[in-house]
């Protein structure tokens, strides 16, 4: 009944940038907090970053200072600003929403991934 919908992945050389950005869309009372994650082959799922519905941010030790997560709350809208990018960036990143679907009915939902490629 929500649906999480991203765009923004692609292929960038090593000391670029790149903007991500994940709309949800369906059966929403509110969103709570929102974040991005990452996930490479074998390896398990990282923590990008997060926003409280407040605005406040959190990030992982590795991107702080060059990634900066922001959200529009009209447009249901979570975006990752990504800058000076690494190889060891590239990954598979995904939105996640923390969704009130009623009043007192809270659910984590996850968009599709979207590729991110840093080459050196």
């Known amino acids: 009944q929500v649906q999480l919908v991203e765009s923004g992945g692609g292929l960038v050389q090593a000391g670029g940038s790149l903007g991500l950005s994940c709309a949800a869309s369906?059966?929403?009372?509110?969103?709570?907090?929102m974040g991005w994650y990452r996930q490479v082959p074998g390896k398990q799922r990282e923590l990008v970053a997060t926003?409280?519905?407040?605005?406040?941010?959190n990030y992982a030790d590795s991107v702080k200072g060059r990634f900066t997560i922001s959200r529009d709350n009209p447009k249901n809208t979570v975006y990752l600003q990504m800058n000076s990018l690494k190889p060891e960036d590239t990954a598979v990143y995904y939105c996640?929403?923390?969704?009130?679907?009623?009043?007192?009915?809270?659910?984590?939902?996850w968009g599709q991934g979207t590729q991110v490629t840093v080459s050196s």
């Open positions: 369906g059966s929403i009372f509110r969103i709570n907090a």
């Open positions: 926003i409280t519905g407040a605005g406040s941010t």
């Open positions: 996640c929403a923390e969704v009130l679907t009623t009043p007192t009915r809270s659910l984590p939902y």
